[in-house]
């Protein structure tokens, strides 16, 4: 291990023991090696974020990575797209021995409230790798485009995440039978000062999954302040505007649930194709469930010049939402040929899956190389764009990146 290395794994386990502490040795720390990128977990605005990241908006702060920086299997505390629509909490206040997580609602038996030490102690801990993917991942991609933050292809990640099952909390709990609906409540408020920021919900079957979890870590360590600490429940597959952080609670609903931003068009596609750029009445619209059919390449970076006759690995992750992917295909003459990528099964449901294809480009010249994911419906990516919708959600066109061979 390099000198900065063994620096930055030492800060980071320091980092954990701390929380919630403020950094208070920066200042002694050699010029260069100042620790923000080893401060993931207390990072809490958006001048906390390393240079790597881009800001698309700092009230709320929404904020992303290039792809190539995602390329690790388990996605690392210090590159997940940053995505909050209100009011930060205070962070720094927030106090985990006292922290509490309500199960109520119309639908529910007996409602009880949890320290995050009795959510730990009463329910056997699961560990999982969860995709989550905001609905406007790679919104940038549409034609025309669509109002909202212009995300790239980053607004998604799989990191670890260890918690209890959400489905043993809720019997726990007891559910009535008419239960519909969860409602997710977060600690962040609304921009305006009042009210939440954002209440969404999943179907009560989602909820019930195993792949479901009140999570108070990621990656091991405790939940990086900007992704939810203390406590976060996470949905892997389904939109990651369900996967509520900070959560204080869930509401079992005998409706659907009518929390903020739960109303078209927020997170909402029109129920009928419509032509690009059409409008939609707001009772035309369905709630997004889950994600559909993707992937990325995260090797090698967009802009890299190869060295002609040498091979070089291509990879990157693919994911379907609640369902598998697969087959993952690549191309680097605008499709008209796709070679199968070597694809591996997810380490559990719900997990992004990781593909790799050795190419040898055939001269030297310029080249677009594209990625296409399957999954186990035969749903494909299309190469172009998917349905357009006005709120410009679910893109899930082909990754392109584009490579000089010299
Ligand atoms: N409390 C709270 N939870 C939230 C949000 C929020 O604004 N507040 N935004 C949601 C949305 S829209 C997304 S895409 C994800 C982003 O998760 P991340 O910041 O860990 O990437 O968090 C979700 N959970
Ligand atoms: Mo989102």
Redesign the pocket.
């Known amino acids: 291990m390099n000198r900065r290395a063994f620096l930055q794994n030492a800060l980071a386990t320091t980092a954990a023991s701390l929380l919630p502490a403020k950094w208070v040795f920066a200042e002694n720390l050699p010029v260069g090696m100042t620790p923000l990128e080893t401060s993931a977990l207390t990072w809490n605005k958006a001048s906390d974020l390393p240079d790597y990241y881009t800001v698309l908006n700092s009230s709320?702060l929404n904020a992303t990575v290039p792809e190539h920086m995602l390329d690790p299997a388990i996605t690392p505390a210090n590159v997940?797209?940053?995505?909050?629509?209100?009011i930060m909490p205070d962070f720094n206040s927030i106090d985990p021995e006292t922290w509490t997580f309500t199960v109520d609602g119309e639908s529910v038996i007996t409602s009880k409230t949890y320290t995050i030490a009795e959510l730990k102690s009463k329910f056997t801990h699961h560990t999982q790798q969860l995709t989550?993917e905001?609905?406007g991942n790679s919104r940038k991609g549409f034609f025309p485009g669509a109002k909202g933050n212009q995300w790239n292809n980053s607004?998604v990640?799989c990191s670890e995440w260890t918690g209890v099952l959400l489905s043993d909390v809720l019997k726990d709990c007891g559910i009535k039978d008419d239960a519909v609906y969860t409602g997710n409540k977060?600690?962040?408020t609304h921009l305006s000062g009042k009210g939440e920021?954002?209440s969404r919900g999943v179907p009560i079957k989602a909820a019930l999954s195993d792949n479901a979890l009140i999570a108070w870590e990621m990656n091991g360590d405790a939940i990086p302040y900007?992704?939810?600490y203390p406590l976060r429940v996470v949905f892997g597959g389904r939109?990651?505007?369900v996967?509520?952080?900070?959560?204080v609670g869930i509401s079992v609903r005998n409706q659907v649930h009518d929390g903020h931003k739960m109303a078209a068009p927020a997170y909402q596609i029109p129920k009928h194709p419509i032509a690009p750029g059409e409008k939609v009445d707001n009772k035309d619209f369905k709630i997004i469930e889950e994600m559909i059919v993707k992937s990325l390449i995260t090797f090698p970076e967009t802009g890299t010049e190869l060295v002609l006759g040498k091979p070089i690995e291509i990879r990157g992750h693919a994911w379907a939402g609640t369902r598998e992917v697969m087959k993952v295909e690549v191309s680097y003459d605008y499709g008209a040929h796709w070679h199968t990528a070597t694809l591996a099964k997810p380490v559990n449901k719900a997990a992004w899956q990781q593909w790799s294809l050795n190419l040898t480009l055939p001269q030297q010249g310029y080249y677009e190389i594209w990625a296409k994911a399957t999954d186990d419906q035969g749903d494909a990516q299309p190469v172009v764009q998917p349905q357009w919708n006005p709120k410009g959600y679910m893109f899930n066109g082909c990754h392109r990146i584009a490579v000089r061979v010299a």
């Open positions: 709320p997940p797209f940053v995505r909050w629509n209100g989550l905001c609905g607004a990640y977060g600690f962040d920021a954002i900007l992704h939810g939109p990651a505007s996967s509520q952080k900070c959560a």
